[in-house]
Structure formats: structure tokens, C-alpha cells
């Protein structure tokens, strides 16, 4: 199934390099600047996950196209430094015979740097693109090494990245109030009780997330994203300034926020700032997304920058009535979008499919439901071996057919108007082998654990982290990324500060939105995932004596029986997934076709039930 609509995402390698010729000229960059190495972190000045085509510096110089990761070029050595997601990814895409990829699990960027950078060396960074917290471990690590630090003025791969995109400026309009739930007033009046409790002047909004929750506004400045780029400035008095980078900002959302900010451009935010904290100004900048030049620049005018959480992520987090309302929308409209697809290609898997027509395939699904803005990220369409790399991305040199007998891995999401969607499929085309029957009931167990958790409050997601992986390491195995992260409302697909893993200290609280996502990878074979998006709500015990908290599963799709082993299943796994199934059917049958609806009945029948 394909149309001729305009698609969400490209499949095309937006690399278009190995990296060795542009490395060699960021050298010679670095040779007339008179420094000796420059640090590259996958990043914008917000320090965002997805950022706009003139921020991807590290792709287009070393080849690396995923979402976290940082260079260090040195004049004769060069890193990079990637998470457990991107361990496959990264060696083919880079040129290793330039780059040595090394795994973030064995050694940080800055430890790297503190055993390759020569006594006397400089080291140079964009202070846009990096934190103070940042900045002080590479402060430390070139210490180390008899080495230093130096703030750069101009980023010297901009300087040597001829054809570099213009930066966006795309249209910028109202998100309606009945689905943001909460006015601008009363966002910023909550701001502002924070700030006072804290004990500061202001606030800099450096997250463009945080300031499309605080102003209910929607961009386009990024892709996947729907986000404007920009700043604002929230004192504890007065009218708040909103510093954006487009000028294409539509007269309703004007006239809205008019009573609650001063509009202006992206070029009048430093000097407000400036003056802001002229006369020792207590200033709060957020750890996560502030940039060291916002540091460097309130202190220079004499102001104290006050480093700490920006208290809009934690509000953003928690979503009200109307949000839940909005996402579980759309996550029905999802369901039965989802479903058509998994009913379509259990017809057509075996004909010669391949992961690009899937994709597509699954996008027209989409789009013919309502609603739809974008994808929420790259779908990862991976078969056989494919699916073994994490976060792959299907380009037209890496399209796979999907062969029988083996695994497809088909991890996707959408942006509508009333929410943000992200779910995993892992379907066997053809008969799968035990081995993999196996290792998908694992991980099955694994995801039921963290569905039918409950917990007391205050619990983090590090807390309940081991649960997902349980019967995984009972057999040996386990995975080497989160087991959930923060999802937006018409936001970011990844949102903190919540997430399940094995690192993280944020507790859960009702209304937050994570992913449950655990899985296995088999290098070169298969890689397996099951994701459903959960929602955090209060439980009540009987007889129990503290407040509980548990999880509402939104997403609605079937888990392919095919790959369930039923005696590796307890009996309340079993039955957790049979529940499951049961509302699945129930809620996206009425809204199914004919033959669909057919599909789904068998698809989510009980546990063990021959076809």
C-alpha cells in the first residue's frame, strides 16, 4: 500500500560522507585557529535530541546519524562516543580507519580525552553547545592530561561546512486551549509561585519544550518535533519576554499571548538578557538545556546565574485531564491505524516486502485516520539483522527485503493534534524458530512485569527498572538501553525528566506518560522489542496502608502469538495478556473493516488457543 502524498521522512543517508576529508578540514581549521582538538557533541544550543538540519554537525562530519553522541578531534587521533543503542550503528556508519568508535559502557568522552590529549594541548568548544556542568568535566579531563579549555567564538565546523543549511524559521501558531488544558496565565502564574519559592529574580526558558507548554504554542522549526526555536524570560513580575526565531507568528497566537509577553526576535534575547541581570539579578538557568554562554553572559553583566532544574519540565511532565484525554485519542486512532497495518502485512510480509515499503505503508495507515501532523521520529523499520541494530534507519542503500523465517522489528510513532504516539512490534514472517520464541516470551515477561507493576509513591523508574529484565537475566541476557523514557503531549516523543532505567532519580507521579519498552538483540540475527506507552495513575490497595501508584496501558495493538512460548508464561502473564487482548479487540473492532476485524479476532485470541 503506497500513495503519492508527500512523505514524513526521507530515505535517503543524510550523511553522505565517511567523515575522513571533512575531519581532515576541520584540522586544518583547527591548525590556523591554533588550537589542537575540537569537541563536536550531537547537539543544538538547546541541547536538544532532534535538532534542525543546521545543527547536525556531527553527522555531516563524521557520518553518525544518531540521536546522542560526541566527537573529540584531536590533530593525529579522533573518538566517538556512543551509547549501548548505537554500538552497532555507529562502526558502519563512520570510517573507522579515522574515527575510533568507543562504547559509552567502557569509557565517557572526557576519559577518553584525559588519556589522548598531550600535556600543553588546548582544546577547543562551542560554549553554545554545551552546559557549565559539561564544560566543567572537560575542564577536568584536559586538566588531567596537562592539558586546557577554550571557548571558541565561531564554531569551527560551521566555518568548514561548505552547503550548510539556513537556519529555520517556520510558522508558529496556537495550540487550542480545550487541548492544552491549562491557559497561559495560569502556567506562568505556577512558574512564578516556583520561582519565589526558590528564591530567584527569573527565569531563562532555554527547552523550546518548556516553552511550548508555558505558551501554548506549536512550530516547525524541527523535524519530527513540533517546536519553535527560541527563548524566554519569565520574572517573578511582569509581563514575560518571548525571544523566537521565526517572525512568522500567526496573528490569533499573537493577539493571545499579547496580556502575558513581550514578543520579540531571536537577536533581541542577549541583550535583554543583559540587562536582565544588571544589578545582580538572580537568575535561574537550567542545568539540562542552558548553555555555558547563557552562564558566561549573565555573570558578565553582574548577575548571579542560579543552575538548577527549569520547574516547567517537571509541570510539563504531568499531564491534566485534558492531555490524557487528548493522548488516549490518539492512541485509539492509533490502534486501529496500527492494526490495518499488522493485518496488511501478515498478507504481504511474505511476498517480498521490503522495510522502506512497510514504512510507507505504514504512514498512508496513518494519514487516512485524521489528525496526523508528522511522525514522532524515523520509523525503524529493521528485518533480520536489521533489527539487531537499536535505532536503525532504513535508507535506500540499507533497504532490506523481510525473508521468511525471520524476525521484523517495526518501531514507530505519530504527532497528532491531541498527542504524541511511540510503539514496537516485533512480527514473525513465517515460523519462527525456538530460539526466538523463546527470547521474545522473555522479554514479553518482561514487559507485562512493568505493566502490571505497583508501587508506593515516590518510587523512581531506576526502581522498577530490574523487573523488565528479570526472566532476561535468569537466561543471561539483557539489553543496553532505557526501559522507558518521558513521552510529550504534541511534544518531544522523548521527554524527561522521568524514565525507567538503570539510572535515573526523578520519582514517578500520576499522570506522567513513559514508554515500557524492553528488549533483546542478537548481533547480525534479529533484535526483539515490545513497546507500549503507560500512563502512571493512583491505586488503591485494599487494606493497604501507603498512597500506590500503577499503570494504564494506552497503546492498542496485538503482540504477535506467533512468537509466545505459553509454558515459559505464568499463569499471570498469561492472563494479563489475554486482558489485554480483549480490550484491544474491544476497542478498535467497531471502527475495523470487515476483514480486519477478522484478522484481529484471531490475532488476539487467548494465549495457547491454536489458530
Known sequence: MTSQRPRFQSFEDPSHAKGSERIEALRSALRETGIDGFVVPRADEHQSEYVPAHAERLAWLTGFTGSAGTAVILADKAALVVDGRYTLQAPEQVDTGVITVVPLAEKTAEAWLGENLG???????????????????????????????????????????????????????????????????DKLARVRAALAEAEVDALVISDPHNLAWAFNLRGADVAHTPLALGYAIVKREGLAGLYLASREIDPDLRAALTPHAILAGRADFEPALFALATGAARVRLDTVTGAVALKNRIEAAGGVADLGADPITLMKAVKNPAEIAGTRAAHHRDGVALTRFLAWLDREGANGLTEIAAVEALEDFRAEGGLLREVSFPTISGSGPNGAIVHYRVTRATDRRLGPGELFLIDSGAQYLDGTTDVTRTVAIGTPSAEMRDRFTRVLKGHIAIARAVFPKGTTGTQIDAFARASLWEAGFDYDHGTGHGVGAFLSVHEGPQRIAKVGTVALQAGMILSNEPGYYKAGAYGIRIENLILVEPRTLPGGERPMLGFETLTLAPIDLRLVEPALLGPADAAWLDAYHARVREALSPDLDAETRAWIDAATRPVGTPT
Not at 600543553?120 to 579549555?149: I, M
Open 119 to 185: 600535556k600543553g594541548q588546548v582544546l577547543g568548544y562551542d560554549p553554545w553547545l554545551h552546559t557549565p556542568d559539561g564544560v566543567a568535566r572537560l575542564e577536568r579531563a584536559a586538566a588531567k592530561a596537562g592539558g586546557s579549555l577554550k571557548p571558541l567564538d565561531a564554531n569551527l565546523v560551521d566555518a568548514v561546512w561548505a552547503g550548510r543549511p539556513k537556519p529555520p524559521g517556520g510558522p508558529v501558531v496556537s495550540h487550542p486551549a480545550e487541548i492544552a488544558g491549562e491557559s497561559v496565565a
